[in-house]
């Protein structure tokens, strides 16, 4: 017959394998706040069904030219941008960005910057320039 000791500390053991870490192990994202009062919709809303959104208005704008609805990618961006160090807004590849506080911490890669600028520019600025979408990484 095995020892009391061994059968308690199997006992423990296998109970550390079931109780799964806390919440507190792992820090928690830091979101950078939007601009204005509140998003175009409820925040929880967005954190589950942002992606969505972002992929039916992509649709709508390319299949349909709707353009300048409530889901935008460049709302986003224009409410949501974040100033680095040197004053300006990031862009996609500072971890700082809005999208990649969670998008980082979650481990899900964001191809929406592969074409489309991941900061605002001032429109004055980007006529004088002639730059493109693409052009504004």
């Known amino acids: 017959m095995p020892s009391p000791w061994l059968l308690v500390a199997a006992v423990a053991l ?33 954190r589950r069904n942002h992606m969505d959104l972002l992929t039916h208005q992509r649709d709508d704008t390319v299949r349909r030219g709707m353009r300048g609805a409530k889901f935008s990618l460049n709302g986003c961006v224009e409410c949501h941008a974040v100033a680095g160090a040197n004053g300006r807004t990031v862009t996609a590849a500072d971890p700082k960005h809005f999208c ?18 991941s900061r605002p520019e001032p429109k004055m600025r980007a006529a004088a320039t002639g730059a493109t979408k693409a052009g504004r990484r």
């Open 14 to 46: 296998w109970g550390l394998l079931l109780v799964p870490a806390s919440a507190g192990d792992v820090p928690a994202p830091t979101i950078p706040k939007g601009k204005g009062e509140q998003c175009v919709a409820d925040t929880d809303f967005m």
């Open 100 to 117: 990649r506080a969670c998008h980082d911490y979650a481990a899900v890669r964001v191809d929406c910057f592969d074409c489309h600028a």
